[in-house]
């Protein structure tokens, strides 16, 4: 339980500024070309303890989906659970392509700092967890 | 991996997908998506625009089965479900960060996370039902 903790707490702090450094820093010119899709930037500012929890979600969810089926296969497993969940991710976005006018370039530029999220945090996750050892009788 | 088991598993989940996608999201969900209708593709924009659909459901079914494949094999109905609530919970994370910077009111939000929920049991329930791991050959 204890690495559980660490691993959601270790990915979540990543998950935190990697997405304040992609989207917020590297991405803002391009997220302005489609700013009627937007929030205006204080209105998002408002409520930014939205994107908190969520990012705590996803952490969340990530380190439970590899403590349940993952654990024991290390980084590499944790890597291949990054890829899966951004390929899923990935797919989600296509089905927002086709109901929302979003620039291609805009949402390529997305999935590709998602799959760097999602293989980072699998190796931070697959680092830290370690499954509990087996109790002898 | 039992790919016949797979592709039977991976096809019907990407029919159930895509027939609750249409019915929640299009239809239930049609009323609260147009209070925000700047956000949308107009119906012509949006027929031109359905292979994405299609395609997006098709790699969500496969990578969902993929997942269960792979990482959960052999828990039946119970274990997909449980897996399909995990993966939704990932896509409940990205929800609510997408209403804090897309203008989504909140009975959108929350229809989302409910539909993705109750969405992804049910496509978990059913992969976790037909896939069986290919049985292991004794020497």
């Known amino acids: 339980m204890k690495r559980f903790i660490v691993a959601f707490i270790a990915a979540f702090i990543f998950i935190f500024f990697w ?58 497993a944790g890597v291949r659970l990054g890829i899966m969940l951004e390929i899923l991710a990935v797919s989600a976005r296509c089905i927002i392509y086709a109901t929302q006018p979003f620039p291609v370039k805009l949402l390529v530029l997305v999935s590709i700092g998602g799959f760097i999220e999602m293989i980072v945090t699998g190796v931070i996750v697959g680092a830290i967890y370690k499954p509990a050892p087996a109790q002898m009788p | 991996m039992n790919w016949k088991k797979f592709f039977i598993a991976f096809i019907v989940a990407f029919v159930f997908l895509f027939v609750f996608g249409f019915l929640w999201y299009g239809k239930l969900m049609h009323g609260a998506h147009q209070k925000v209708p700047t956000l949308w593709r107009t119906e012509a924009e949006f027929g031109n625009h359905v292979p994405w659909l299609v395609l997006g459901h098709l790699v969500m079914a496969f990578f969902l089965t993929m997942l269960y494949a792979q990482f959960v094999r052999a828990g039946g109905a119970g274990a997909g479900a449980t897996l399909g609530i995990l993966v939704a919970l990932v896509y ?48």
Do not use: C
């Not at chain 1, 205006?40 to 969340?60: D, N, R, Y």
């Open chain 1, 19 to 76: 997405g304040w450094l992609y989207n917020g820093v590297l991405l803002k010119d391009v997220l302005t070309e489609a700013q009627s899709l937007f929030r205006p930037l204080e209105e998002t500012m408002g409520l930014f303890h939205w994107i908190v929890i969520g990012q705590a979600g996803l952490a969340l969810a990530f380190v439970m989906i590899y403590a349940s089926g993952f654990a024991g296969g290390g980084i590499a």
């Open chain 2, 92 to 139: 409940a994370g990205a929800d609510l960060i997408t209403f804090a910077v897309q203008p989504l009111t909140t009975k959108i939000v929350g229809g989302w996370i409910v539909g993705d929920l109750i969405q992804f049991a049910i496509a978990g329930a059913i992969i976790g039902a037909i896939y069986k791991p290919s049985s292991l050959k004794t020497t």
